[in-house]
């Protein structure tokens, strides 16, 4: 089967791919991951050699998008106590 365009692509899993990003990280930060998601989709849709499991690949990408945004935002997190918490 042939790669649709990217734009039919970004249509068509675009609203599957945000609610399970709101499921991941909440509203607050879906539009991020969403826009991050689709920015690496982009970057790596020419190398993409098979039609068969779009929604499948973009929603990996969309969920290890999710898991480096919630990384991030704990690193970013401050402590009980004010400080912010150690990077390992």
């Known amino acids: 089967m042939p790669l649709p365009p990217f ?4 249509e068509r899993e675009r609203e ?6 709101v499921g991941m990280v ?3 930060d879906a539009d991020d991951c969403f826009q991050e998601t689709f920015i690496k989709a982009l970057r790596a ?3 993409v050699r098979s ?3 779009l929604r499948g690949w973009i929603l ?3 969920r290890r998008t999710a898991i480096d945004a919630t990384r991030a935002r704990a690193r970013r ?11 390992a």
Do not use: E, K, Q
């Open 7 to 10: 734009s039919v692509f970004l």
């Open 51 to 53: 039609a068969d499991n």
């Open 60 to 62: 990996t990408i969309a």
């Open 26 to 28: 909440g509203p607050d």
């Open 16 to 21: 599957v791919v945000h609610r399970v990003l």
């Open 45 to 47: 849709y020419p190398d």
């Open 77 to 87: 997190a401050p402590a009980a106590d004010g400080t912010h918490a150690a990077v």
